[in-house]
């Protein structure tokens, strides 16, 4: 039962130019999403995160992009620098699921290599 | 900048042996979670912790399972008997439940 779905398990982008990193989920109950970064061997680290009454948030090289209607988001980097290159994840929660959890619903994530 | 810390960062343990598997939140946090990664699979929920009790547990955390916050700071996952198949790693979170969860660095646990 995959609720968030990261159909790319890999993708190699050019220093510089701009990494797209999708993401779909089928659950109309999640509201908050978040993109987090992980290193092998490392816990997942927090980049980004939009609720569902936005449609973007930005952050520096980062933007998040909500498409309610599609169920989709999607996150841009730009410029892409190789440091970037790790294993993204994409995640979401039903805030208002149950008092005091928020927890937290993956994808398996997408593989980006940024090649100098 | 606060952060949310693990021990041990590896544990081996015989089958049927129990483990405990250590993390420490972010002080000011309320939330605690523990998710788990299997090898090539992607990060899944066990169990939330609010108000000293457990608010929701996913199927995998069954009877073997159970998580305990001992003191102010510690929040502990303990495996009664180890099953092969909870060869994993483990992440602790924590959140004050309005931003996002912050993550440890996980528990990489063997079973033999």
């Known amino acids: 039962d995959q609720q968030v779905k990261q159909n790319s398990p890999s993708l190699s982008v050019q220093e510089g130019r701009i990494s797209i990193l999708n993401c779909d989920y089928t659950?109309?109950?999640?509201?908050?999403f978040l993109w987090y970064k992980k290193y092998p061997a490392e816990g997942p680290t927090f980049l980004i995160s939009i609720s569902s009454i936005k449609d973007k948030n930005e952050d520096g090289r980062f933007t998040v992009f909500l498409n309610k209607s599609a169920k989709h988001l999607s996150l841009h980097i730009v410029p892409s620098q190789p440091g970037d290159s790790a294993v993204y994840f994409c995640a979401a929660s039903a805030m208002y699921s149950g008092a005091g959890s928020y927890q937290l619903t993956f994808g398996k994530g997408t593989k980006l290599s940024v090649i100098p | 900048e606060p952060e949310v810390t693990q021990t041990p960062s590896h544990q081996v343990t015989q089958m049927g042996q129990e483990v405990i598997l250590r993390c420490v939140p972010i002080s000011n946090h309320l939330y605690f979670y523990w998710y788990r990664q299997i090898l090539g699979q992607k990060v899944e929920f066990l169990v939330s912790?609010?108000?000293?009790?457990?608010?929701?547990k996913s199927e995998i955390f069954d009877d073997q399972f159970s998580v305990e916050r001992p003191d102010g700071s510690n929040f502990t996952l303990k495996i009664r008997s180890t099953k092969l198949e909870d060869s994993a790693m483990y992440f602790c979170?924590?959140?004050?439940?309005?931003?996002?969860?912050?993550f440890g660095p996980g528990t990489r646990l063997t079973v033999l």
């Open positions: 912790f609010y108000n000293n009790e457990i608010s929701e």
């Open positions: 979170a924590s959140t004050d439940g309005y931003n996002e969860q912050f």
């Open positions: 659950n109309s109950m999640f509201d908050y």
